[in-house]
């Protein structure tokens, strides 16, 4: 029942856009902070962007800096990544991650299971 799902992906030219969803089921995202990682085919997993549970702060990858916006809706449990001047390495499969610590406790780690970028001409 616990589940993150990724939407949006899809083959885009070098320059477009492209905005991913995240939406979560089974669990309300409010507490948790979220992230968009991506990987490609023979390459290790790598983070693109997080989010703090509030929204308030945010961080992003070098490449992704200044072209990526990471943002959230609590309200529809909801993460999105906005994607623009889309290159050609950004291709890749984009997974979506929860993630919550609490002390005293285990953490609290969901992976959603991937949404597929392609950027070419």
């Known amino acids: 029942q616990v589940q993150l799902v990724e939407s949006g992906g899809g083959l885009v030219q070098p320059g477009g856009s492209l905005r991913l969803s995240c939406e979560a089921s089974g669990f309300t995202l409010s507490s948790y902070a979220m992230s968009w990682y991506r990987q490609a085919p023979g390459k290790e997993r790598e983070l693109v962007a997080g989010?703090?549970?509030?929204?308030?702060?945010?961080n992003y990858a070098d490449s992704a800096r200044g072209r990526f916006t990471i943002s959230r809706d609590n309200a529809k449990n909801t993460v999105y990544l906005q994607m623009n001047s889309l290159k050609p390495e950004d291709t890749a499969l984009y997974y979506c991650?929860?993630?919550?610590?609490?002390?005293?406790?285990?953490?609290?780690?969901?992976w959603g299971q991937g949404t597929q970028v392609t950027v070419s001409s």
């Open positions: 991650n929860a993630a919550r610590k609490i002390a005293g406790f285990l953490p609290r780690n969901y």
């Open positions: 989010i703090t549970s509030t929204g308030g702060i945010t």
